[in-house]
């Protein structure tokens, strides 16, 4: 099952508009969009690894692109966000950012590209905040492309001995994924149970 999914991923980050959809990815996912771009860049990267480093600045300037459209919702249009931000569930990550923000202003965004913290709820919470926003900026651009750039390089380094290695053992990787997931949604829904309760 795994292998298939996997061969289709290669093959569409093969396709010629593959380009066009991971900036739409990376901008979207800085605003709303739950799916990170890194679930495209990591198959693109495989599947041309002589382009990985273009394609790690291309998500980096559409990921901050999208940062900056956050953060304008959120200073001109959060009215609009807090609906939004508790029907997602982000509404307690909204307000970690925001304390984040209270104690480590520049570093928090920074640290954002990083952690397991949607990177969307800094940049409402910066916008929310009135941050400014040439350190938002500077932050938004080391935080994501430290990621993006880490990620495209270890992928360019392994070349197709890692694609190789990727593919003799995808359903062993599929399932442990699937395995890892389901564990956390259980964690999650017993901790949703005792925090009801």
């Known amino acids: 099952m795994f292998d298939w999914v996997y061969r289709k991923a290669l093959h569409y980050a093969r396709h010629r508009h593959a380009v ?16 990170p771009p890194d679930a495209i860049l990591v198959p693109m990267s495989l599947a041309q ?24 919702i959120g200073y001109f249009f959060f009215s609009l966000a807090d609906p939004w931000l ?6 307690e990550a909204y307000l970690t950012a925001k304390q984040w923000f209270y104690e480590f202003g520049f570093w928090a965004v920074l640290v954002a590209g ?8 800094f940049t409402i919470a910066a916008g929310s905040l009135s941050m400014n926003p ?19 390089g270890l992928i360019a380094l392994g070349g197709e001995r890692l ?14 994924s699937a395995g890892i997931a389901g564990l956390a949604l259980v964690g999650y829904w017993l901790m949703r149970s005792s925090a009801a309760t």
């Open 20 to 35: 066009w959809y991971l900036g739409a990815v990376s901008f979207a996912e800085a605003v709303f969009f739950p799916l």
């Open 163 to 176: 694609e190789q290695a990727i593919y003799r053992n995808i359903n062993r990787i599929g399932w442990a």
């Open 114 to 121: 990083f952690s397991p913290i949607p990177y969307k709820v």
């Open 134 to 152: 040439v350190p938002f900026l500077l932050a938004s651009v080391l935080g994501r492309g430290g990621r993006f750039f880490l990620v495209a």
């Open 49 to 72: 690894p002589k382009k990985a480093w273009r394609l790690a600045g291309l998500t980096t300037l559409a990921s901050v692109g999208g940062g900056m459209f956050g953060y304008g």
């Open 86 to 91: 508790h029907k997602w569930h982000y509404w």
